[in-house]
């Protein structure tokens, strides 16, 4: 059975180099779609959204280079295949160590491409096999995970590019169409609704206990009344108000998460430092 052609991102912030990268893709015959990203900004916003069976990534890029890149895209829970498109042998190791299925060369033949996507099948044809897997008798299969879209995010300043993960984030703060995420090293701005990212990270223990503020439950140190005898959920971040509306849930949640055991440092970096 013939497989079906595949739909690629080609991932490059030199101009020439991804046209001719997206050249010689669509002239593979096993591609049946070429799509195209400047810089690794650009290709999280297409990815979760692309539907794309692979990524052509170069290395060497400002700001998020393609390891970088690569490994956030292997922590997905269904990645696409990443092939490294480079000039430099030096980085093959730590690709292969991201689960990458072809390393190239640049610059790339039309043989050494094909030889590629035919690695590409492969690897897309045992996920296949794995997951239609039937279970063993008694055992039920596990439901398939969605692809965790804001488990990163960008957030870009002066030119640059950083990327913040969930698990270090603290507490969430609404100011108007952005967030500001605290961290214990420290806050960086995002352009994203507060309701949008309670949405998505209200099941990763981050809760409303303000209308303005979210936090993440496991990073609560213990609560402390402020001058004016309101309440404050103290994490090593910084102090969060709680308002009176969501004091008695916040209470009974962080009740629970004590006694099965579930508080503690969520991310497993920052202990005992203040913000900086």
């Not at 692979?54 to 490994?71: N, S």
């Not at 239609?132 to 439901?143: C, K, L, R, S």
């Not at 055991?261 to 920052?270: F, H, I, Q």
Request: overall charge negative; some cysteine.
């Amino acid at each position: 059975m013939t497989p079906a052609p595949l739909r690629v991102l080609a991932v490059d912030d030199v101009a020439p180099a991804l046209d001719e990268l997206c050249a010689l893709l669509a002239d593979a015959p096993d591609v049946g779609a070429v799509a195209r990203a400047g810089d690794a900004v650009e290709a999280l916003r297409a990815i979760p959204a692309g539907g794309f069976d692979a990524v052509f990534l170069d290395i060497t890029m400002p700001g998020m280079d393609g390891l970088e890149l690569g490994g956030v895209l292997a922590a997905m829970a269904e990645p696409p295949e990443i092939v490294f498109v480079t000039a430099f042998e030096e980085h093959a190791v730590a690709a292969y160590g991201l689960g990458a299925v072809d390393y190239l060369l640049k610059p790339v033949g039309a043989d050494r491409l094909a030889d590629a996507l035919a690695r590409v099948h492969r690897a897309r044809a045992g996920r296949t096999a794995s997951a239609a897997a039937p279970a063993p008798v008694g055992e039920t299969a596990p439901p398939v995970p969605r692809v965790d879209e804001l488990g990163v995010l960008p957030v870009e300043l002066a030119g640059r590019t950083r990327y913040v993960r969930r698990e270090d984030v603290r507490f969430a703060e609404a100011h108007g169409d952005y967030v500001r995420l605290h961290t214990p090293t420290g806050s960086h701005l995002v352009r994203i609704p507060l309701s949008r990212l309670e949405e998505h990270w209200a099941a990763h223990r981050f809760v409303r206990v303000h209308r303005s503020f979210l936090v993440h439950l496991p990073a609560v140190r213990e609560l402390r009344s402020d001058a004016g005898g309101g309440l404050l959920a103290h994490t090593d971040a910084g102090d969060v108000p709680v308002s009176r509306r969501h004091a008695r849930d916040l209470r009974d949640q962080l009740l629970a998460a004590a006694t099965s055991g579930a508080l503690g440092d969520p991310g497993g970096a920052g202990r005992g430092r203040g913000r900086s």
